[in-house]
């Protein structure tokens, strides 16, 4: 019987060492997953998701956002359908410029057969922080206008001198389709254009729901986003929400910049041209000194927000530089010089 005892005592003594032998196994190897875990959280950056927009859209924007100056009716001044407003636009507001930087976004993560379908207003509204109503009316802005585009073409042929030419016209910068519900028994012809808000080339029902938005880029960004025409950046996914924290000079700026090399330098005069920030008329009514100040604070903006890391004012030569960080924008000379 003693022996037995002495058996059975043996074998569970054996079984204890081996738990706690398997115990101390398993908590060894829980320390060294989370030694490693916190050592990659520590280490590892996590990959950001990026989009491309098409630089001929940060030149045009860069150039054309601007408060209207003309005189002429816009349609944040009236809700009903007008004929007589001008479709060339030589201005936009700093959020119907924003709101085409994210349908490029969303158009390429969402589009079927060249075709971006947005189901829901409220949802995409909320991401430029605004109502669906706002956004209505950006869409017919993107969607309703002509805006000037110029486009350097540089022809090679073999054997032959090199053509430069320059096409200068006019495009859509968006094709917007609005499909809207209609109730029972209504057609088309129960609508004049007092139910309408827009213009003659883009408009929408009031008080009707509107089942979708069918948006398209024009042939001009679409070829950009494909890497032809003036080709386009890679640029962080939380590009629209960083420029919605903008002034609007802060975001020409912003726009002009990242449609160049990181490190650039522009003569005060032709920053201020036609082509680029647009602003001669304010310089022209506001006199150079305080437009140039007006700039410095916009730089000191994009400095204090991290797009840019550094930019100068040359008094001698009347040039500003700058170098702006990879924050937003993804160029690839950032990349060399990170592998650097």
Not at 206 to 230: H, I, W, Y
Not at 310 to 321: G, H, I, P, R, T
Request: net charge positive.
């Amino acid at each position: 019987m003693n022996k037995m005892d002495n058996q059975m005592q043996e074998d569970k003594t054996k079984k204890a060492e081996l738990r706690a032998k398997v115990r101390g196994l398993i908590l060894k190897s829980i320390v060294e997953a989370t030694k490693t875990l916190q050592t990659e959280q520590i280490f590892s950056e996590p990959k950001a998701t990026l989009h491309k927009q098409a630089r001929g859209y940060l030149k045009t924007t860069s150039r054309l956002v601007s408060r209207d100056t003309s005189g002429e009716q816009s349609l944040f001044d009236i809700s009903d359908f007008e004929t007589a407003i001008n479709p060339y636009k030589e201005t936009l507001s700093k959020m119907t410029a924003i709101t085409g930087n994210l349908l490029l976004a969303l158009w390429q993560a969402r589009q079927d057969n060249g075709i971006l379908k947005i189901t829901n207003l409220s949802e995409t509204a909320r991401l430029i922080e605004a109502t669906p109503q706002d956004l209505k009316l950006y869409l017919i802005c993107l969607g309703g206008y002509q805006v000037p585009i110029t486009k350097l073409n540089i022809i090679k042929e073999k054997g032959k001198k090199t053509k430069r030419i320059l096409s200068i016209y006019h495009d859509k910068l968006f094709f917007v389709k609005f499909n809207i519900r209609l109730r029972d028994n209504e057609t088309e012809a129960s609508f004049n254009d007092n139910y309408r808000t827009g213009t003659r080339y883009c408009s929408f029902i009031k008080d009707r729901d509107v089942e979708s938005v069918e948006v398209m880029p024009s042939e001009t960004l679409r070829a950009d986003l494909q890497g032809g025409g003036l080709g386009n950046i890679l640029v962080d996914d939380g590009f629209v929400a960083f420029s919605l924290g903008l002034s609007d000079l802060a975001y020409k700026i912003f726009c002009f910049s990242g449609s160049n090399k990181p490190t650039f330098t522009i003569g005060f005069d032709k920053l201020i041209g036609a082509n680029y920030l647009n602003l001669e008329k304010q310089v022209k009514a506001q006199g150079k000194p305080r437009v140039l100040q007006t700039i410095k604070k916009a730089f000191g903006e994009l400095v204090e927000k991290g797009h840019l890391l550094k930019w100068d004012y040359n008094d001698k030569k009347d040039a500003l530089s700058w170098t702006y960080t990879d924050k937003i924008f993804k160029h690839k000379q950032l990349d060399k010089a990170k592998l650097k």
